[in-house]
């Protein structure tokens, strides 16, 4: 891998000039003119954050309320490119084991604090102690055996075994960089209001209404995706919790607010056709599909052959295709379509309810009782599948209903169980699944090796359990361990083809599309979102 330098100011400059172009044309087609300053109102379905400090626990909802206030030390353009951001460039030694960073000079946290070499030290040792409980950021900072400070802008990894995903972990906003005074006040005060170097500050929270965000003066540390230098155009941010899906999107169509996220797929294909002049944003997130795991782990899904009868009676196409009105695509693979190295295996997911009930004879399911459930030593064909109501939409667990319908022809008897993120969670943490569908965001293919490895059956500091198929394999271990310690491409995306097959052949995992992320716009121009983990930032942002 070659030494990567910042952008040169004058791509930035064109970009800028490009975005006033585009500006003047829509003014004179008689579109009102954006203004500086004013109000962006964004409305979420997503759960609210338990804690605004991504590095605590991991999930989606911090990833895209911190974006506005966090920034990590490389970003990820479109194509897929590494970029500069808060670190200007990087260079690994020939083995793979040491990396050096340097920093941008004169930067200072929305605190005063400096951003140097000690406060990027302070970050990976608060990911990776086990009282921060975090578990994605944790996970991704894995093989960072010691941070050394050069000096203030120059810091330098040892890593425990190389790591081919180190740049694109460290591009993510479970490892954004934020102020270690912040960090200091401990994890109560900094989950209410972390401090970063990014465009916006955290005002004020205010639980189950909405987090006030307002602009940070001096930003000067501009991502990949910003048409601009200094700070945003917006003077502040009002970030709402609105969970019900029509109430979100009458909001937007009335102009009450400009932006929301989760919309229902009739709603998108009505902006799609030009409805009420709102703009669909549509950025799948990284890393891995939606999919449902079958937990290997704990019967009856512990004989490949009852797993391989589940998925060949599943069938989720109709579904998919009826319910997401084509806004998703099936999936075949383990790996996102925006990731190059996605390979899949159609073939094993061709539905077929006759071999699915042969082989469910014979793994000796042959009994049934007047349900038609099947039955064996007294013990019910049962398959516990928790829903998290705050992350599933409402097409998704419609989805998950017709499975449960198509898994009752042979036999299963689905017991899809609706909760919160939290007894969600507990769920998992307490093996109470057979089926489960658990969304994770990873930057790159690395995302096989937290899902799919056998360490990742052992938990994290906080609990969380990535690996919940439970699929241990040595053989897989080896190909994905391979694979993280591999930095030449060609050869690193063979052994993730090769991880990939083995994975879909085991039958734990039912890909079914895309992790959906689509954004709803009305009244505001320059939304965009992060090459990374699909985040909308505002730094462009400027209301009609």
């Known amino acids: 891998m070659s030494r990567h330098s910042a952008r040169p100011l004058s791509l930035i400059a064109l970009a800028a000039a490009g975005a006033l172009a585009l500006s003047s044309c829509s003014a004179d087609a008689g579109d009102a003119a954006p203004q500086e300053?004013?109000?962006?109102?964004?409305?979420?379905?997503?759960?609210?954050?338990?804690?605004?400090?991504?590095?605590?626990?991991?999930?989606?909802?911090?990833?895209?309320?911190?974006?506005?206030?966090?920034?990590?030390?490389?970003?990820?353009?479109?194509?897929?490119?590494?970029?500069?951001?808060?670190?200007?460039?990087?260079?690994?030694?020939?083995?793979?084991?040491?990396?050096?960073?340097?920093?941008?000079?004169?930067?200072?946290?929305?605190?005063?604090?400096?951003?140097?070499?000690?406060?990027?030290?302070?970050?990976?040792?608060?990911?990776?102690?086990?009282?921060t409980q975090s578990s994605t950021g944790y996970l991704a900072v894995q093989k960072i055996a010691e941070i050394e400070v050069v000096d203030d802008t120059h810091v330098r990894f040892h890593l425990s075994s190389p790591d081919s995903a180190l740049l694109e972990s460290l591009s993510q906003q479970w490892t954004a960089i934020q102020s270690p005074a912040g960090i200091e006040r401990g994890m109560e005060e900094n989950c209410q209001a972390p401090i970063g170097t990014g465009p916006f500050i955290v005002e004020g929270w205010t639980p189950q209404q909405q987090v006030d965000l307002v602009r940070n003066d001096d930003y000067r540390t501009p991502g990949p995706e910003a048409d601009?230098?200094?700070?945003?155009?917006?003077?502040?941010?009002?970030?709402?919790?609105?969970?019900?899906?029509?109430?979100?999107?009458?909001?937007?169509?009335?102009?009450?607010?400009?932006?929301?996220?989760?919309?229902?797929?009739?709603?998108?294909?009505?902006?799609?056709?030009?409805?009420?002049?709102?703009?669909?944003?549509?950025?799948?997130?990284?890393?891995?599909?939606?999919?449902?795991?079958?937990?290997?782990?704990?019967?009856?899904?512990?004989?490949?052959?009852?797993?391989?009868?589940?998925?060949?009676?599943?069938?989720?196409?109709?579904?998919?295709?009826?319910?997401?009105?084509g806004v998703a695509t099936r999936s075949y693979s383990p790996l996102s379509s925006t990731e190059p190295t996605a390979a899949g295996d159609e073939s094993l997911f061709e539905t077929d309810p006759d071999a699915a009930n042969a082989l469910l004879d014979e793994a000796g399911w042959t009994e049934k009782g007047d349900d038609g459930v099947r039955v064996k030593n007294g013990e019910r064909l049962d398959v516990r599948f928790p829903v998290s109501t705050n992350q599933s939409t409402a097409a998704e667990q419609s989805l998950f209903e017709q499975i449960q319908a198509n898994a009752a022809v042979v036999g299963f008897d689905v017991i899809l169980e609706p909760v919160d993120l939290s007894s969600w969670y507990g769920a998992l943490a307490a093996h109470e699944y057979e089926a489960v569908s658990a969304p994770y965001t990873k930057v790159g293919p690395d995302v096989l090796r937290v899902l799919y490895h056998s360490d990742g059956t052992i938990p994290a500091p906080s609990g969380y359990f990535a690996n919940n198929a439970q699929l241990k394999d040595p053989e897989l271990d080896?190909?994905?361990?391979?694979?993280?310690?591999?930095?030449?491409?060609?050869?690193?995306?063979?052994?993730?083809?090769?991880?990939?097959?083995?994975?879909?052949?085991?039958?734990?995992?039912?890909?079914?599309?895309?992790?959906?992320?689509?954004?709803l716009v009305n009244g505001v121009e320059g939304v965009t979102t992060l090459g990374t983990v699909a985040t909308p930032t505002f730094v462009n942002a400027r209301i009609a």
Not at 259 to 287: F, K, Q, S, W, Y
Not at 288 to 316: C, M
Not at 482 to 508: G, M, V
């Open 37 to 131: 300053g004013g109000t962006l109102i964004y409305a979420t379905g997503d759960a609210e954050p338990t804690c605004l400090d991504p590095h605590v626990g991991g999930n989606y909802p911090q990833a895209l309320i911190s974006t506005q206030y966090l920034e990590p030390l490389v970003g990820r353009d479109a194509s897929g490119q590494i970029q500069p951001w808060l670190a200007t460039e990087w260079q690994p030694s020939d083995d793979g084991l040491t990396w050096d960073f340097t920093l941008q000079e004169g930067v200072t946290f929305t605190d005063g604090t400096p951003l140097d070499a000690a406060a990027v030290k302070a970050n990976i040792e608060h990911l990776q102690d086990p009282d």
């Open 228 to 325: 601009h230098e200094g700070p945003a155009h917006l003077e502040r941010i009002e970030w709402r919790f609105i969970p019900d899906a029509a109430t979100r999107n009458a909001a937007l169509t009335s102009g009450e607010v400009h932006v929301i996220d989760n919309p229902l797929p009739a709603d998108i294909v009505a902006a799609e056709n030009g409805g009420d002049g709102i703009e669909h944003i549509d950025a799948p997130r990284p890393g891995a599909v939606n999919r449902i795991e079958l937990n290997s782990g704990q019967a009856p899904f512990d004989d490949a052959r009852v797993r391989e009868a589940f998925i060949r009676v599943a069938d989720p196409n109709p579904g998919v295709e009826s319910l997401f009105r």
């Open 478 to 519: 080896a190909i994905l361990e391979q694979a993280s310690a591999t930095l030449a491409e060609a050869q690193r995306t063979k052994l993730y083809a090769e991880a990939q097959q083995r994975i879909l052949e085991s039958y734990t995992v039912l890909p079914l599309y895309d992790q959906q992320n689509h954004f």
